[in-house]
């Protein structure tokens, strides 16, 4: 590894408190996903080619989508096949996305194009009607990076459409412009979908929402993945 390569790396390191054997927590160099991958390139060992090889044929895969994004979609239909997922549950979720585009694309006309502004009224939203910002419904359900809709029920599913539609047609209805005004809207389109809530578990008798997830393992004391 050159010295460059060495600098770039340590510039990317950060630092957690981590238990050691000892059972006491030290500070401990540690890199996210993309430092990893980098720090592999970066390894001289013929031992890490086939990682490098496997990273070579991601890039390409990503850079042949490029040019035919139906590779793309192809690829998460695969994936969410493998997850156990069926066709009808496979389309309404790649219909949910195009939704979700509609929603950003009206937010952007009313001058929202951040990120972050994207995710707060996104937990407006979410917590109209479900009480729970995104990042506390993940934790609800025991997930960490994966998606929030791909391990909701129909039912939530259904909830987050409705709120998120509701939201969109009351934006292109009152223009709001901004974030505040635009919040307003948001917690307005997840009350409608709160109301839809109220309807269903008064007619059902129960609560919608469930702690229950897509996967195939639950994640133990931050470290284990135990199967169901």
């Not at 054997?21 to 401990?28: G, W």
């Not at 939704?99 to 937010?107: A, E, G, I, K, M």
């Not at 209805?173 to 917690?187: M, S, V, W």
């Amino acid at each position: 590894m050159s010295d460059d390569e060495k600098s770039e790396l340590s510039t990317k390191c950060r630092q957690l408190k981590m238990q050691a054997s000892d059972s006491k927590f030290y500070k401990t160099d540690v890199l996210d996903t993309k430092g990893i991958l980098r720090l592999i390139q970066s390894v001289p060992s013929p031992k890490a080619e086939p990682f490098k090889l496997w990273l070579a044929q991601v890039g390409s895969d990503r850079i042949d989508e490029t040019f035919d994004p139906s590779k793309a979609i192809d690829r998460a239909i695969a994936i969410y096949r493998a997850q156990g997922h069926d066709d009808n549950w496979i389309e309404k979720r790649l219909k949910g996305k195009l939704h979700r585009f509609q929603l950003t694309d009206t937010w952007k006309d009313d001058g929202i194009e951040k990120p972050l502004e994207y995710a707060i009224l996104t937990n407006e939203i979410y917590m109209a009607w479900s009480g729970m910002k995104a990042s506390e419904y993940k934790d609800f359900k025991g997930i960490r990076k994966e998606s929030l809709r791909d391990n909701m029920s129909d039912l939530e599913s259904l909830l987050a459409d409705v709120g998120e539609t509701a939201t969109k047609e009351l934006a292109k209805q009152y223009r709001p412009q901004g974030l505040a005004q635009n919040k307003e809207i948001a917690r307005r389109g997840g009350s409608i979908a709160k109301n839809t809530r109220n309807n269903l578990e008064q007619e059902l008798g129960r609560n919608v929402i469930t702690s229950e997830n897509n996967l195939n393992g639950r994640y133990i004391n931050d470290k284990q993945i135990e199967n169901k």
